[in-house]
């Protein structure tokens, strides 16, 4: 029974499940109405939302007819009963319908158990300059991208966490750390169990003690298929190419980053610190070190990483790997990986302390409460290694797999 319990914990932690359960296959119909007095006469307005028949969050995907009296409608025809999350737009991400505040609005949702009749209303939009403020309790400014997608993976959300002063210090660019789960890290408004990482708190607390030097977070939201993304053997090749192809780019465009491999970090927990490692360890030529909080290298009777690892294996990588675990619940069933990882790095040429770092926190459990805590020490090892490796992979072209760290 302690193992079953154990297990189920470990479960929830690694994966997410869907909000509703499919209950018939059958076509559904939805009409949806709009009052939006706010727009000129004849405005093209859209629906969109997290479905096929709602174009995938595609800003643009389903045009609304104009009736008179400030009104749009459209029919859509779902292939099956099924949860839905829409919202409406003027034909971007940037023109979302807005709340009170000129906040973008929370997405609709319902339920396609029958055909059914909506009726919404919208008396502002966004546009481009707006700032998306948090809603829970932040440190710091937020800026969102909603709906990021590369046509391979479902869209999802990324969050940015700014450092002070960085709107009047235009001429400064900053290092980036990418974090999975990016829902979790900042605002317990978001976060799957109410309670976030502090990431805000933490990295606000280190640069005001100089510990570290200002620099920009991004959240990278989970998706339904968790599980399965952050898994290298499953949708984790896509999901780092996401990553390192539609997300940082995007990122790199839009703020002032120093974008070489010194000044670029990954990290997560759980699966999302699995995923971390695959992903510096896939691309050092982006990232110049990992942190990965608890990761599930393997779990007896569900998956094993470790092969994956060993496939890719060669001569030590020019990247800096940071990983912990703790002792207690489901961390336990997760450390025998853990330190299989460890011993295996040493096998293939990395020397500790210099290479990697592992850290033992054997009273702690698999909670967002011990990443928390352990987070800024690992932030700290992290840049400092990230500083040392990163710039050798920078000037080395192509794939550095088999090439020695200076």
Not at 3 to 21: D, E, Q, T
Not at 71 to 91: D, H, K, N
Not at 262 to 275: D, H, K
Request: net charge negative.
């Amino acid at each position: 029974m302690v193992f079953l319990g154990r297990l189920a914990a470990v479960c929830l932690a690694l994966c997410c499940a869907p909000a509703f359960a499919q209950t018939t296959t059958m076509p559904v119909s939805v009409d949806f109405t709009l009052h939006a007095p706010g727009l000129p006469r004849g405005a093209e307005v859209f629906l969109s939302g997290g479905a096929p028949a709602l174009g995938d969050w595609q800003p643009d995907a389903v045009r609304m007819t104009y009736q008179g009296r400030d009104t749009w409608t459209a029919v859509v025809i779902f292939s099956r009963a099924m949860p839905v999350e829409y919202r409406y737009t003027l034909g971007s991400d940037q023109r979302l319908a807005a709340d009170g505040r000129g906040q973008p609005q929370a997405n609709h949702r319902i339920l396609t158990r029958r055909n059914l009749a909506v009726r919404d209303e919208v008396l502002a939009w966004t546009d481009e300059d707006t700032v998306v403020e948090a809603r829970g309790q932040v440190t710091g400014e937020l800026r969102y991208h909603r709906h990021v997608r590369d046509g391979t993976l479902p869209a999802r959300d990324l969050v940015v966490w700014l450092p002070r002063f960085y709107e009047l210090q235009k001429k400064r660019d900053y290092p980036v750390l990418y974090l999975n789960d990016g829902q979790d890290l900042f605002d317990p408004a978001t976060a799957r169990d109410g309670r976030d990482w502090q990431v805000d708190e933490s990295l606000q607390r280190l640069i005001g003690d100089d510990a570290i030097e200002p620099m920009i977070v991004v959240g990278i939201y989970s998706g339904d298929d968790r599980l399965s993304e952050y898994s290298p053997m499953q949708q984790g090749e896509a999901y780092m190419d996401f990553l390192v192809n539609t997300v940082k780019p995007l990122i790199d465009r839009r703020y002032r980053t120093r974008p070489g491999p010194s000044s670029t970090l990954v990290g997560g927990a759980a699966m999302g610190g699995l995923i971390a490692f695959a992903t510096a360890w896939s691309h050092p030529e982006v990232f110049g070190a990992a942190i990965s909080l608890s990761p599930a290298f393997r779990l007896e009777g569900r998956f094993d990483a470790m092969p994956w690892f060993a496939d890719r294996a060669g001569e030590p990588l020019p990247v800096f790997f940071y990983f912990d675990v703790g002792g207690v619940g489901a961390d336990a069933m997760l450390r025998p990986g853990a330190e299989d990882m460890a011993a295996q790095l040493e096998a293939w040429g990395y020397r500790p302390e210099r290479n990697f770092v592992f850290v033992r926190d054997l009273d702690a459990d698999h909670d967002v409460g011990a990443w928390a805590e352990r987070f800024p020490h690992a932030l700290r090892r992290s840049l400092r290694g990230a500083s040392r490796f990163g710039d050798y992979a920078r000037h080395t072209t192509g794939a550095v797999q088999g090439t020695s760290a200076p």
